[in-house]
Structures are given as structure tokens and as C-alpha cells.
Antibody
């Protein structure tokens, strides 16, 4: 069965960076795109970007351009999302989710990683 | 980007009743690429419906989706206690994919 296991909660100071990991299992890692979606406390869902694990190509939402970097490690079936220049508004739960293409619905989700930005 | 507006913001109903949730897009959703999710506190979203009307694997048939163009509907025919949650629509036909702000379905 498809499993996406994310790294644990993080607390960061404003201006710092955070790197969240998502380890995939139960399917061919390079056959599906991985997307990142975040959810601020009590708020809705926001798409951040996508990585193609096959070749490492990425596409980011305009809002996060210049601050987000998505990478992958095919030896461990893991994708990473790094967000820099953190501010309080970045406090959110970050989810990795497997997609069927660059535009996709999401059947499989990680458990979420809470990132708290606070001085 | 396509803006999705869900209504109502909160829906108060009793178990056994029928729920009708709306999702309206600011422009036509390509190929009816619209999905619905259920989210409970502390959990990741759960896919209910994709391609506007196709039920995801394991989703009870009391959940149904309909619509095309700019107007979409999620219907829950007879509410069960476990159905009270927040529901989101998502369009994935035009990049970037976008989500509605959610409808909270609460017990009356």
C-alpha cells in the first residue's frame, strides 16, 4: 500500500529555513509526481509546488518562487521541501501528496508536518 | 488563477438528512477536473470524488458529485455521524491547482 511518511514537527525563528522530508513506499517512486500542500491553522489548503522524482524537475506556485526548493533522493525514495526566509505566516501543517500528473487530484497524503515560526 | 468559492460556509444538519454543498469557480474548470475532500481535525484530507463525479475507492455511495463548467455540487444523501467534517473542493484542470475555502458540516 502507498505510504508517505513525513519528518517531525519543527519550530523555527523568523528568517530561518526549514526542510521537511517525505519518504515514499509501496509504489514506484519515479512514476508519480509529488506535490506539496500547506494548511495554516484553521485555514484552507494551499498548493505550493510539484517535483517529478524521475528527473528532479520542479514547478512552484508563484507565491513561493524564490523561497521554496523541492528536491528528491531516489536512493531513499524521499522528497524534500525547503522553505527559506520564514515568517510567522508560514506557520502551517505541510503535506506531501502523490499526484497523477502535473495537474492532479490527491488520493495519498503524508501525515503532515507542523512547522511553527515564532521568535 | 481559478478562484473556487464554496457555500455555505457552515451547514448545520442532523444525521439522516441530505447535505448539498456547492463549489463555484471563477472560470470554467477544464475537463471537469474537480475533486472533493473530507477533512477531520488533526487528519490529512481524504479524497471523496474526482473528475467531478467519480467516487474514489472505498467511498460510500451516499457521496455523489455533479456539475460542470463553473458550478459543482457534492451531495451526501443520508448523513451518518462520521460525515460531520470540513469539505473542500479542488480544481486541477488549470495550473496552479486551487482549493475552495471549505464548508464545515456540523451536527444540528
Amino acid at each position: 500500500q502507498v505510504q508517505l511518511v513525513q519528518s517531525g514537527a519543527e519550530v523555527k525563528k523568523p528568517g530561518a529555513s526549514v526542510k521537511v522530508s517525505c519518504r515514499a513506499s509501496g509504489y514506484s517512486f519515479t512514476s508519480y509526481f509529488m506535490h506539496w500542500v500547506r494548511q495554516a491553522p484553521g485555514q484552507g489548503l494551499e498548493w505550493m509546488g510539484i517535483i517529478n522524482p524521475s528527473d528532479g524537475s520542479t514547478s512552484y506556485a508563484q507565491k513561493f518562487q524564490g523561497r521554496v526548493t523541492m528536491t528528491r533522493d531516489t536512493s531513499t525514495n524521499t522528497v524534500y521541501m525547503e522553505l527559506s526566509s520564514l515568517r510567522s505566516e508560514d506557520t502551517a501543517v505541510y503535506y506531501c501528496t502523490r499526484g497523477y500528473g502535473s495537474g492532479s487530484y490527491y488520493k495519498s497524503w503524508g501525515q503532515g508536518t507542523l512547522v511553527t515560526v515564532s521568535s | 488563477e481559478i478562484v473556487l468559492t464554496q457555500s455555505p460556509g457552515t451547514l448545520s444538519l442532523s444525521p439522516g438528512e441530505r447535505a448539498t454543498l456547492s463549489c463555484r469557480a471563477s472560470q470554467s474548470v477544464s475537463s471537469s477536473y474537480l475533486a472533493w475532500y473530507q477533512q477531520k481535525p488533526g487528519q490529512a484530507p481524504r479524497l471523496l470524488i474526482y473528475d467531478a463525479s467519480s467516487r474514489a475507492t472505498g467511498i460510500p455511495d451516499r457521496f455523489s458529485g455533479s456539475g460542470s463548467g463553473t458550478d459543482f455540487t457534492l451531495t451526501i444523501s443520508r448523513l451518518e455521524p462520521e460525515d460531520f467534517a470540513v469539505y473542500y473542493c479542488q480544481q486541477y484542470g488549470t495550473s496552479p491547482c486551487t482549493f475552495g475555502q471549505g464548508t464545515k458540516l456540523e451536527i444540528k
